[in-house]
C-alpha cells in the first residue's frame, strides 16, 4: 500500500500511471517464520466494535516516544479499526519501512506473517471526507482505492493537501513528539519490498534492514469521562 508519489499507498489504476504503486501479490505464506518474540494478536472482527469520540495513543519506538490523538468524527470507521489495532497490539513490532524525507513514513504491516494474512483481508469502507487536510502530523490509511484500507498507515512529514483529493481522509493528528518521528531513519527509503515483507514479516526486515526504526508498543493512553481526549487539542 502506498500513497501517491508517495509510493505509500495502493492506488487506483487511474493514479498508478502517475505514482509508484505498491502491487500486492497472493495472499501471506502461512509457513513462513514469524518474527522473534511474536506476540499473540487479536483478529479483525468484520466491522470493528465502535470506538471512543475521541482518544490518545502513545507509541514507544526505537527513535522515541510520540502520541497520537485521534478525532473519530474526521473517520469513524478509520478511527474504529485503528483503535480496534492498538488494543488487539497490532502495530506493536511493526517497522517503519517506508520513509520518503519531506513527504511521508509509513508503517502498519505485522512482524508475523500469519497476523498479517488475517488483517489485510479486512478491508474497510471508505469514510466521507471531513474536511480535515493531510498537514504535517496528520496521521491517515494508506489505500489501494475505494473501499481497501486495512492497517497501513501513513504519517505526514510534510503538509501534503495535494493528497486531499485522492481519497486520503486523516483520522488522527500527533499531539507531542513530531521530532521523533521526524527522527525515524530513511536509510532504506522505499526499498523494502511489501510483498516480502507481508510473506516473510520481520524475519526478512531484521536481516536485510537491520537500523529499520520500528514501534515497540502503542497503547491507548488516556480518553476523559466522556470517552473523549483532552478537548482542548480538538
Known sequence: NQPEEIGMTKFTSVLAAAVLVAVLVGAADEKKPAAKGAKEVAAPKPTPPKG???????FVTSCGDFVVEVTRKWAPRGADRFHEAVTGGFYDECRFFRVVPNFVVQFGINGDPKVQRKWRLANLKDDPAAGKSNLKGMVTFATAGANT???QLFISLKDNARLDGMGFSPFAR???GM???DKITSEYGERPQQ???EQQGNVYLEKEFPNMDYVKT???EATDKDGKADKTQN
Do not use: D, G, H
Not at 52 to 58: A, I
Open 174 to 176: 500527533i499531539v507531542s
Open 52 to 58: 471512543p469520540e475521541s482518544y490518545r495513543v502513545k
Open 218 to 220: 502503542a497503547k491507548v
Open 195 to 197: 510483498p516480502l515483507i
Open 149 to 151: 484500507r486495512t492497517t
Open 179 to 181: 521530532e521523533a518521528v
